[in-house]
């Protein structure tokens, strides 16, 4: 039982170690005109600063290794931070994708007496083997490699000890530190601090559930049986439980890894085209997509019959998503502006969707898509977008799950006239909203609780 008073000073000392941990990397200038600015200069000469080469690196760098030093939760942080591209430099979100899969792993005996206590049984009777050097370590699980008694492989996702402590504390911690960003940075209505910490939170809340897991990738699965372009592992649902996870083990290149692709002889035009295609598929099709679709998790089969035509090899489902047809319905609509290059389009839908305050005005919103397009899209692919090749990418809108009021709208078929029509007002029951997973279940289909997990 915790005393009284033990949380404030749990909270006080782990502040403690996050502000030397900024000076040790002379990054303690990023809290500068904040509440914490004054102890953090009281404290400087107490703490001794990083070498000189690792002050040389870049601050981007440099944050990194912070945010490893500073445990998992923070490590997700960063994850989670580098897919905000729009408030993050490019430089410092490249860096923070470093950290995949980079966390200091658990001790693998700990890790087995997890799994014994998860699924109720010896290691010796689940399994035939059990490795206890982790194949790969996370911030909130690890896996290891296993052999059933009927000789399949499989891999084994364990939850870290005492995680959900650590995830307590750490997310009072983040709270806090939001609420002086909110409170001191003059962009924080752009930032959004406190909701960037309370995604986490949901996000992490759900992790913590394995099962939530196995149930999301068995749907997948069913969704894309016998398909030629993506394969789900297996998911072992007698050796499965909320804190262990068993799973067919499967082989593959990272999806970011070219030379590898390129030394097994994969075609990747054909692969980057299939990649588009699974990606509508899954938003437009089943309403149910892989929301965490990095190289880590992304893999390429390796048999060599499939050069020519290769598949996808999804891993790690704890977060899946589902959009309001809604959302859906705008999703398709900016992708045909994108594709047309219409970027004042693209910010007038932004605005009607609800994704970007109305008092941006369409014209300075507009150039700003324009920019951030071409600096995403190299010239050849922007070219290949508005050519030819859009139009087998990109389903026929009268193929996209429409908003209910635009498909009975008989103006919203007529690409002539859709530019003067504008869609119904948001609904607030049942919208997802902003791509974020859903815990909803898709009309027809029975589904567990999604969440995000790594």
Known sequence: MMLPGMKGVRAALRANKIGRVLIRYRLDALLDGTPAEPWLKLARPFVPRARDDIAALSRGARLRMVLQELGPIFVKFGQILSTRRDLIPPDVAEELTLLQDRVKPFDGDTALRIVEKALGLPIGEAFASFDTKPLASASIAQVHAATLHDGRQ??????????????????????SGAALVDYAHPSADKI?????????????????????????????????????????????????????????????????????????????????????????????????????????????????????????????????????????????????????????????????????????????????????????????????????????????RAEVRTHPAAAADPVAEDPAQHRRRRPPARSAAGYLGRGQAGAGAHPGRTLQPQARLR
Not at 155 to 173: F, H, N, S, T
Not at 228 to 245: K, N
């Open 154 to 175: 499989v891999v084994v996702k364990v939850l870290r000890p005492e995680i959900e402590a650590q995830i307590a504390g750490d997310i009072a911690l983040l709270k």
């Open 192 to 396: 959004r601090p406190k909701e960037i910490v309370a995604e986490i939170e949901t996000t992490l809340a759900a992790e913590l559930d394995l099962q939530r897991e196995g149930a999301n990738a068995s749907v997948m699965r069913r969704f894309w049986k016998d398909s030629p372009d993506l394969y789900v592992p297996e998911i072992i649902w007698s050796h499965t439980a909320e804190r262990a996870l068993t799973m067919e083990r499967v082989t593959g290149i990272p999806s970011d890894d070219i030379a590898a692709l390129d030394a097994a002889g994969i075609d990747r035009k054909a692969l980057a085209a299939k990649g588009v295609r699974v990606f509508y598929t899954q938003v437009f099709r089943d309403n149910f997509f892989h929301a965490d679709a990095h190289a880590g998790n992304i893999w390429v089969d390796t048999d060599p019959a499939r050069k020519a035509n290769p598949r996808f090899i999804a891993l790690d489902f704890g977060i899946v998503g589902q959009l309001s047809q809604q959302d859906q319905y705008y999703l398709a609509e900016n992708f045909m502006a994108i594709f047309n290059k219409d970027y004042r389009r693209i910010a007038e839908l932004h605005v009607e969707a609800g994704w970007m305050p109305a008092h941006r005005t369409h014209r300075r919103a507009g150039s700003r898509c324009a920019r951030g397009l071409r600096a995403v899209l190299h010239p050849a692919a922007e070219r290949d977008l508005a050519g030819a090749g859009a139009d087998q990418a990109v389903p026929h």
